[in-house]
Each structure stands twice: as structure tokens, then as C-alpha cells.
């Protein structure tokens, strides 16, 4: 019986720089609180396009439809810190990072790695209409309000990003736990 595991398509920041700053931010501000998400050692810093669910083997075949975006950087710049409450059975969670500005290349790339994965029968969890581009920081239970006490330096939301597409190991939370497949992997 094949077994089938979570992954997720996302957009890892190039820059050694921004990944250490948005682990120190999350931890700064959450670490505390955190419930089953805190970016760190087993939750790495990035930026879901499609999260899904398939048998390890067919990850190459994933991957190579993604070939002509394989070398592409994307270019990202953030909003503001986000606060999302949970609703339904995610009620009493609230998620807390950095809302990614809106970008219509952004939203089409989203739409292209859904329809190219569902070309291969693969069903992403969110669909490009309830897309919204976002870098975690933390999954918190919301019984008590969220403060945010350590936030990026002024210049952090004039500044632009880069990102490179990947395949990372996941779970059911959308942690991103490593990376399987990269356009700089060896």
C-alpha cells in the first residue's frame, strides 16, 4: 500500500537574512503561546502556494511539471503583521505572521500550481479563490489577545524579497518541514 504524505509548494526566501529575522519574530512574539506551529528548527520559514497530498514517489513527476518556473525568483515585499482567528473547527486557534503584498504575478503563479496540480490528479487544500499569501509565524490558541512586542524595522516594509520555488515535506498544519525538491539542490 502506497502512503500517502503532505507537501507543500512554497516560496522560500533566498536571503539567510530574512529567514533568521522571521524566526526571531515569531519567536519573539509567540513562542509562548505557539500550538503545534512556531517557525524554527521544524516549521522553516516560507510562503504557500498549494498545499497537497501524494505518495512520495510521484514527487519527481510534481516537480518536473514546475521545470519552467524551476529557475524563476519571485519577488515578494510584506504588508503588515497579520492576526487570522479560526473558524468552524479551527475555532479558539489564531494564526499570526506577515500578510505578502498583493502581487497579480503572485496570484497567477498560485493559480498555475493549482491547475498544474490538479492536471495530475492532485487536489491543492486551498483553492486560488481563497488564496491568501502569507508567511507564518505561529498557530496560537486564542484565549488571550495577541500582542505583538517585536516587529521588523521600518525599512523592512519598503524593502523587496527574494524567493525561489520548492517541494517541501509538510503536515497536516502546513508546516514545511524540508525541502525535497529545488532548482539549487544538487
Known amino acids: 500500500m502506497v502512503e500517502n504524505q503532505y507537501f507543500n509548494l512554497a516560496l522560500i526566501p533566498e536571503s539567510i537574512?530574512?529567514?533568521t529575522l522571521?524566526?526571531?519574530?515569531?519567536?519573539?512574539?509567540?513562542?509562548d503561546r505557539s500550538d503545534s506551529y512556531l517557525l524554527g528548527d521544524e516549521a522553516l520559514p516560507h510562503v504557500t502556494l498549494c498545499q497537497f497530498v501524494a505518495p512520495i514517489a510521484l514527487i519527481n513527476?510534481?516537480?518536473n511539471e514546475f521545470d519552467?518556473?524551476?529557475?524563476?525568483?519571485?519577488?515578494l515585499a510584506f504588508r503588515h503583521v497579520y492576526v487570522q482567528y479560526g473558524k468552524g473547527e479551527l475555532e479558539g486557534k489564531v494564526w499570526v505572521g506577515l500578510a505578502v503584498k498583493y502581487e497579480p504575478a503572485l496570484i497567477e503563479l498560485q493559480k498555475t500550481v493549482f491547475a498544474k496540480l490538479a492536471s495530475l490528479g492532485i487536489e491543492g487544500r486551498?483553492?486560488?479563490?481563497?488564496?491568501?499569501p502569507h508567511l507564518t509565524f505561529a498557530r496560537c490558541d486564542s484565549s488571550?489577545?495577541?500582542?505583538?512586542?517585536?516587529a521588523p524595522k521600518a525599512d523592512f516594509w519598503g524593502a523587496t524579497f527574494q524567493f525561489r520555488l520548492t517541494i517541501g515535506s509538510s503536515d497536516e498544519h502546513g508546516r514545511y518541514h524540508a525541502?525535497?525538491?529545488?532548482?539549487?539542490?544538487?
Open 144 to 150: 488571550a489577545p495577541v500582542i505583538i512586542s517585536a
Open 126 to 132: 486551498k483553492t486560488p479563490e481563497n488564496y491568501f
Open 17 to 19: 537574512h530574512l529567514q
Open 61 to 63: 513527476k510534481v516537480w
Open 22 to 31: 522571521c524566526v526571531e519574530l515569531a519567536r519573539a512574539n509567540c513562542a
Open 68 to 75: 519552467d518556473l524551476h529557475a524563476n525568483l519571485v519577488s
Open 179 to 186: 525541502t525535497v525538491c529545488s532548482a539549487n539542490q544538487v
